[in-house]
């Protein structure tokens, strides 16, 4: 008998435009112990699937049209309020998309990973801090006992998707509910997260549904697997079978969209001689520490490297190694206290100087931002929930004086909506409209709009569908050879990074341990640490 039974479910939601079909006639089931696999395209219907189950879908503008969820003999849809607190939390788990909107800023990280614990289990906080502490360090996180103490904020992304993960294992559901669950970790510590789930799965015999986009993980991870598109079920079956035999032109679309080569050739840098010496960046000797108590942890530790004007520089490393904090550095998001950051002049302009980043304010740096934008990791905490995405993408045009007529900002905004895969008629939405993988859209198409010189793209496709990825990758690629882009590309997924960047860093510890052409990288590693990583992934 199935632990959860989920038949002809049917979503809408009201909006501005009328009723959206978001869910249509969806059925399925999971077993005690069994993983249920479910991919599609970003909007397809995924996570509000799994999100109705466990009423966590805005009523209104949701609305549940039809359907059954069958929980170990409770209709979950009909469930009362009471109820579904005693099943949320300790029957039934979920892991968020999106870690940074779903932790209390105001609470220490120990204290929302034990609250489950407390609510639902007669133990001691003693006891449940214990637990607590032995889970952040199953799931990667270093000084536990340490950071156990700590706020969100002084979490990298990777190490806040950690942290989510332990809460929802804390009570060792009968069922969790895993949206996305690796999107923001590193390939070393994802192998370590999908076999700690897998372990404790066996051992508690829980049912796992797991949604993402990444097609590679739910082919291992799954035991069956659901492809939804546009709300409706597509095709289902046993996961090897509907991998290596896809009935439906969409499922064949999906695998065929998977990055498994090195960067196509018409893209590849001009490794010229003139190339060689003309740099666009230069760091050198970076170092940059935070204040931990009575001592400074060294983020980023004496780092030394340059980026080629026109060159797509990749830089991997596990969640924590400086990627993120070195690269906000150069639009001086974080300050550095040693070293030199130098934007170099064109080398036709003779009268333009070459700029100390580090050193710019005011009137001096806004300019510079102009050309050096930066595509964050996490689009839900970088975009104004308050604005509309029109508003959204109007902004830097207005304030760099790129456009001023309003015929003209409307004619750009809807461009680059275009351009990232957004539809037109979504222009009067705001953020909390879209799924994740919408909302990184909506940021890469504002870093893009001022028509930027270097981008910064922090985990820019982390959150997006294996199509979309492979649109926005092109997009990009197309982008730095039609304008002589230049790019800074931070990223988990070593395969990603091989298709896009021409040279990869490999950073471990604040530091630059590896550098190299990506494909003799990715061919010959000659760091032990490379090679863990790659070894992790393939």
């Not at 049209?65 to 003999?73: E, N, P, R």
Request: aromatic fraction near 6%; charged fraction near 20%.
């Amino acid at each position: 008998m199935s632990l959860l039974t989920v038949n002809q479910l049917s979503i809408n939601f009201s909006t501005r435009d009328g009723i959206t079909e978001a869910v249509k006639d969806v059925s399925f089931s999971v077993d005690k112990g069994e993983t249920l696999g479910i991919v599609g395209e970003s909007g397809s219907g995924k996570s509000v699937s799994c999100y109705s189950l466990l009423g966590l879908i805005p009523m209104p503008p949701g609305e549940i049209a039809s359907g059954t969820a069958i929980f170990d003999g409770t209709d979950l849809l009909q469930a009362s309020e009471d109820k579904m607190r005693k099943i949320r939390g300790k029957r039934i788990s979920m892991i968020f998309q999106d870690p940074m909107t779903s932790l209390n800023p105001y609470m220490r990280i120990g204290a929302q990973i034990i609250e489950p614990l407390l609510l639902h289990n007669k133990i001691s906080k003693a006891e449940a801090k214990a637990k607590a502490i032995s889970l952040l360090e199953e799931v990667g996180i270093s000084d536990a006992a340490s950071r156990y103490q700590q706020y969100p904020h002084e979490f990298s992304g990777g190490m806040r998707q950690r942290v989510m993960i332990a809460m929802a294992l804390i009570t060792e559901p009968d069922l969790l509910i895993a949206d996305e669950p690796t999107t923001a970790l590193d390939v070393t510590i994802q192998a370590q997260i999908l076999e700690l789930i897998h372990e404790l799965q066996q051992r508690r015999n829980i049912a796992v549904i797991f949604i993402s986009h990444d097609l590679d993980v739910v082919k291992h991870m799954a035991d069956r697997t659901i492809v939804m598109e546009r709300g409706r079920i597509v095709e289902q079956g046993i996961t090897s079978q509907l991998f290596d035999a896809p009935q439906q032109e969409y499922t064949k679309q999906l695998l065929a969209s998977i990055p498994t080569s090195a960067k196509p050739e018409q893209y590849r840098f001009a490794n010229s001689d003139s190339n060689k010496e003309q740099n666009f960046l230069s760091l050198n000797d970076i170092r940059i520490s935070f204040p931990n108590g009575k001592k400074r942890f060294v983020a980023v530790n004496n780092v030394s490297l340059n980026v080629k004007q026109g060159e797509i520089l990749g830089l991997v490393g596990e969640s924590g190694c400086g990627k993120t904090t070195l690269s906000q550095s150069i639009v001086k998001l974080v300050n550095i206290e040693q070293g030199q950051i130098v934007l170099h002049a064109a080398s036709d302009n003779q009268q333009a100087q070459d700029q100390q980043l580090h050193n710019l304010q005011g009137e001096a740096l806004k300019a510079t931002r102009k050309d050096v934008q930066m595509i964050f990791q996490d689009p839900y905490a970088s975009l104004n929930p308050r604005m509309t995405v029109f508003n959204t993408l109007a902004e830097p045009l207005k304030i760099h004086k790129i456009a001023s007529k309003a015929d003209d900002i409307q004619a750009r905004v809807l461009t680059l909506m275009q351009d990232v895969g957004l539809e037109a008629r979504w222009a009067n939405k705001y953020p909390h409209e879209f799924s994740g993988g919408q909302r990184q859209r909506i940021a890469i198409a504002r870093a893009l709009a001022v028509e930027p010189k270097m981008i910064i793209a922090d985990e820019p496709v982390s959150a997006l569908d294996v199509t979309i990825q492979a649109q926005i990758l092109k997009l990009l690629l197309d982008l730095c050879q039609q304008r002589q882009l230049t790019m800074i590309f931070i990223s988990h997924d070593l395969a990603v990074v091989r298709y896009i960047a021409d040279r990869t860093a490999v950073m471990k510890n604040g530091q630059i341990v590896e550098i190299n052409n990506t494909e003799t990288l990715y061919q010959n590693p000659s760091d032990d640490y490379t090679r863990r990583l790659l070894a992790a992934r393939m």
